[in-house]
């Protein structure tokens, strides 16, 4: 990853409320191709709000967000009166990322492959023989391609997953969200969907996540940011966050995690 590459994604001064009540507070973060950001912190800091803000799942209330330079959501700045962009157009300017739910969002009424096929002739317009060539492509790099012709429900939860991630790789995105991607699964099929992650990972992939998988998010992330209620609180590598954390919300945050000294083995793959 190059820093002198332009940022994909970009959140100046983003804030965020429901209801009156702020869940993001001046969020502020670039992420670059080829990087691998990843959100942790406890459950209400506002992780997920700040992902989905990232393709205007959520509308921001302040700040921009600006997809490869372009503003995302709104016409002019916020400073003055905004107004919300068309559908059309806020999916073509978040045209770049693709994002992955935790509950898998599959269509029960579709096969595997015409659920990954059904976006890109709807969203990008792709004629049929197309989508179900860039599907199938798609379903072979998450290990499902034998699974095409069945439906949703005879699938496992980490089965469903790696359906949900491949529907995403369809739409070769330059940015991938990851919305705790194994939250919803049982336990025997965590591991499944991150050796997926991994594999992502290790072709470049450029991927911001928010998980609770503290050791995967560890030895995958090159960067990790820290948020508590609303606020990013620390950002670095995993080594600087998990062995000198700045804060003391940070430290708190870790403390049940790191009931040893880290050994000199695991601060290596840090």
């Given at each position: ?17 429901f209801?009156?009540?702020p ?5 502020n973060?670039?992420?670059?191709p080829?990087e ?7 459950s ?6 700040a992902?989905r ?10 700040g921009?967000v600006?997809i ?12 003055g009166k905004?107004?919300?962009d068309?559908?059309?157009?806020i999916?073509?300017?978040r ?28 969203g990008k ?32 939860g ?8 491949a ?5 070769e995105?330059e ?18 969907v ?15 996540m ?6 995967f ?11 508590a209620?609303?606020?990013?609180v620390?950002?670095g590598?995993?080594r ?13 945050f ?8 880290l050994?000199?083995e ?5």
């Open positions: 990853m190059s820093n002198a590459s332009a940022p994909i994604l970009e959140m100046h001064h983003v804030g965020k409320a209801a009156g009540n869940v993001l507070r001046d969020i973060l670039s992420v670059h080829g691998i950001v990843t959100l942790i912190g406890p209400g800091s506002g992780k997920t709000t992902l803000c990232m393709n205007f799942l959520e509308a921001y209330d302040q921009e600006l490869k330079g372009q503003l995302l959501g709104y016409s002019g700045n916020l400073r905004a107004h919300t068309s559908p059309a157009l999916a073509e300017v045209r770049p990322l693709a994002m992955v739910f935790q509950q898998f969002n599959l269509w029960p009424h579709m096969t595997v492959l015409e659920n990954v096929v059904a976006p890109l002739v709807l317009k792709m004629p049929r023989h197309a989508a179900k060539h860039a599907a199938m492509t798609a379903l072979n790099q998450v290990g499902m391609a034998q699974k095409a012709s069945d439906w949703p429900v005879r699938l496992s980490g089965q469903q997953q790696r359906v949900g991630i529907r995403a790789l369809a739409l995105p940015l991938l969200l990851l919305d705790e991607p194994t939250s919803a699964l049982d336990p025997e099929r965590v591991e499944e991150l050796d997926v992650i991994r594999s992502l990972a290790k072709q470049g992939m450029t991927m911001v928010v998980t609770h998988e503290m050791a998010a560890a030895h995958i992330s090159s960067r990790l940011v820290f948020m209620d609303g606020y990013i620390e950002s590598s995993p600087q966050l998990f062995t000198q954390p700045e804060s003391e919300r940070l430290r708190i870790l403390a049940p995690l790191f009931r040893r000294p050994q000199p695991e601060l290596e793959s840090l």
